[in-house]
């Protein structure tokens, strides 16, 4: 069978009438229904993704949930050019966007998402942004799960500074 992909906008040609609840009605298709009709690895719905969220004209937070559901794909380095302008904007609208991108480029799990990564913790420990710890903290993180030889259990440096700064 099939699978059945909606992009985001479409509405259903079947109406349930009055007694339907407002949610179930004809409209637009939300970022927090995409885990539902976006299907992983759908060609289609990866591109649509991957298109949005490397568009800084697009709704900032449409880009955050499309970084997030994007995680759920199975994506390449080829994938990789799209998370930049999420990963590198140096005054984001809220930092949930390069957080969920780095989580994602962070499974992906090459050499190349692994540069990518260094990249921008080299960017965030430049940054005057004010939850930029927060960023370099979850770049840390990516790193770390993605080396088999990594001790989980230290604190990670970024941690350390602020404990000590107490």
């Avoid at 059945?4 to 079947?14: D, L, N, Q, Y």
């Avoid at 390449?76 to 998370?83: C, E, G, K, Q, R």
């Avoid at 990564?117 to 927060?134: C, D, I, M, W, Y």
Wanted: proline share 7%.
């Amino acid at each position: 069978m099939p699978t059945i992909v909606a992009r985001p906008g479409t509405s259903s040609s079947i109406s349930l009438g009055a007694s339907c609840p407002s949610d179930c009605a004809n409209g637009r298709t939300s970022s927090d229904q995409w885990d539902s009709v976006l299907a992983p690895d759908e060609p289609d719905a990866r591109r649509f993704l991957l298109k949005l969220i490397a568009d800084k004209r697009e709704d900032y937070y449409d880009r955050r949930d499309a970084a997030s559901v994007l995680g759920q794909f199975n994506l390449t380095d080829d994938d990789l050019p799209a998370f930049r302008p999420l990963i590198f904007d140096a005054d984001p609208e809220f930092i949930g966007g390069p957080d969920l991108a780095v989580s994602t480029v962070g499974k992906i799990r090459t050499s190349a998402s692994r540069t990518l990564l260094l990249e921008a913790r080299e960017f965030r420990q430049k940054s005057v942004h004010p939850e930029a710890g927060r960023v370099r903290d979850a770049i840390v993180q990516a790193l770390n799960l993605g080396e088999d030889t990594a001790d989980l259990r230290e604190p990670t440096i970024a941690f350390v500074i602020e404990k000590s700064q107490l």
